[in-house]
């Protein structure tokens, strides 16, 4: 007896929230230069923990990844052009002190991170995830899925967690995140 259609873990109500809202962190970084930063950075405060949530929800995939890892979509050029305009975004706001590095505990200095490239290292695996899962093949799909949620729990979650407590410091502390018209340095749109 064969399953039906739709009945795969890849077309559960979760997977279809977590693939909805990760297009929708994608599509809302390459539009960075659209918003201001302070808008920007209060958008980001609501998505980081939606898509954290979404993520955790996440099933395990029904089979056994194939041999062969998913595609990569996203290239080192695309990489660094996103975290580019995202550091321009950022400006002077875009280093904080990480806490939470398992190396740290090793160091007299404290380890700086950067937000965007957080973002971007986040970015980069949906936007595989997103490119992926539109393929349509239940194959690919289920790849695709297992692998980012394999890479939430050993990567990019932390990397959310981490940027919202820099993002929540941005928004309630004392910065003035007002962008002026020779602060925002624009890239090429994407």
């Known amino acids: 007896m064969s399953k039906e259609p739709f009945s795969e873990v890849v077309y559960s109500k979760n997977v279809i929230e977590f693939a909805t809202v990760a297009n929708e962190y994608c599509s ?26 979404k993520a955790a929800l996440l ?3 029904d089979v056994e990844m194939s041999e062969d890892a998913p595609e990569k979509f996203v290239s080192e050029e695309d990489y660094n052009f996103i975290l580019q305009k995202l550091q321009a975004k950022f400006g002077q706001f ?19 991170a950067s937000i965007s490239e957080n973002i971007t290292d986040v970015y980069q695996d949906l936007k595989d995830f997103i490119l992926s ?12 899925l297992g692998e980012c949620r394999n890479n939430f729990e050993q990567y990019w979650g932390q990397r959310l967690v981490n940027g919202l407590r820099a993002i929540h410091n941005l928004v309630y502390g004392s910065a003035d995140l007002e962008e002026t018209d020779d602060q925002s340095e624009k890239v090429d749109n994407f």
């Open 133 to 144: 899962y539109r393929i349509g093949t239940l194959e690919v799909m289920n790849d695709a």
């Open 94 to 112: 875009d280093a904080y002190y990480e806490v939470f590095d398992p190396s740290i505990q090793y160091s007299a200095e404290p380890l700086e």
């Open 59 to 61: 099933p395990e995939p």
């Open 28 to 53: 809302f970084i390459e539009a960075v230069d659209q918003f201001q930063r302070k808008d920007f950075i209060t958008r980001l405060q609501k998505l980081f923990p939606l898509l954290y949530l």
